[in-house]
């Protein structure tokens, strides 16, 4: 007499490959569309700070300012100078900026991101 003995299978099953190839391949294509909105964000950032140190004293000196900083970098295209806001605290400028970024995911679907800074 042979006993036979039934061990439990253990291993991947084609649904479960499927369920995560699509979750990560649904997370490689938010995070392939939003990094580029995010590096303009990190750039902006850097140029509004560097504009509230060295850009001048006047509301137009620091428009101008970033205007001459967008020209040198090319990935700065959501604001312009005119949509700065430009205030002093403390005898200190402080320059700040908001924007909406739409970022089409796929036909129907986007995603709504708002980037808010000011400079340090």
């Known amino acids: 007499m042979i006993p036979i003995l039934w061990q ?3 291993g991947v099953t084609l649904i479960g490959l499927l369920f995560w190839a699509v ?3 649904f997370v490689a294509l938010v995070a392939m569309r939003v990094f580029p909105t995010l590096n303009e964000y990190w750039t902006i950032q850097r140029t509004i700070n560097k504009v509230a140190q060295e850009g001048g004293t006047t509301v137009p000196e620091i428009r101008a300012a970033f205007e001459r900083q967008k020209q040198i970098e090319y990935s700065i295209t959501s604001i312009s100078g005119a949509d700065l806001e430009i205030t002093k605290v403390n ?7 908001a924007y909406d970024k739409e970022i089409e995911l796929f036909e129907p679907v986007y995603l709504l991101i708002k980037y808010r800074g000011r400079s340090r």
């Open 8 to 10: 439990r299978q253990r």
């Open 23 to 25: 979750l990560i391949g």
């Open 91 to 97: 005898e200190k400028i402080v320059v700040s900026f």
